[in-house]
């Protein structure tokens, strides 16, 4: 099994969409949450599974599709980093 690492990016983005959604329904902001999470847990068994980001053209950043958001992480050294969780109609920058 690959080891699913969320960087410090990822959690926050995870924590500010809870908090948003929350505003409204805390109840639904704790299932989109779990939602989230477990749209990754697929990927330490398979791993390249998601698709290639296509803005970054690198194999080895991917994403994972749930709901209306991206989730996209990169292969480093037989680990997964999970970089950023992003709403699909925003722009995606992702640092170099």
């Given at each position: 099994?690959?080891?699913?690492?969320?960087?410090?990016r990822?959690?926050?983005d995870?924590?500010?969409?809870?908090?948003?959604?929350?505003?409204?329904?805390?109840?639904?902001?704790?299932?989109?949450?779990?939602q989230?999470?477990?749209?990754?847990?697929?990927?330490?068994t398979?791993?390249?599974?998601?698709?290639?980001?296509?803005?970054?053209?690198n194999p080895a950043?991917?994403?994972?599709?749930?709901g209306s958001y991206?989730?996209?992480?990169?292969?480093?050294?037989?680990?997964?980093?999970?970089?950023?969780?992003?709403?699909?109609?925003?722009?995606?920058?992702?640092?170099?």
């Open positions: 099994m690959t080891p699913l690492i969320w960087t410090r990822a959690i926050e995870v924590q500010s969409i809870r908090q948003f959604i929350a505003q409204d329904s805390p109840h639904y902001a704790e299932l989109v949450r779990q989230l999470i477990a749209a990754v847990e697929r990927l330490s398979f791993p390249q599974s998601g698709r290639v980001v296509p803005e970054a053209n950043i991917r994403e994972v599709i749930q991206r989730i996209v992480y990169r292969l480093i050294h037989g680990e997964i980093h999970i970089l950023t969780v992003h709403h699909a109609a925003r722009l995606l920058h992702l640092e170099p």
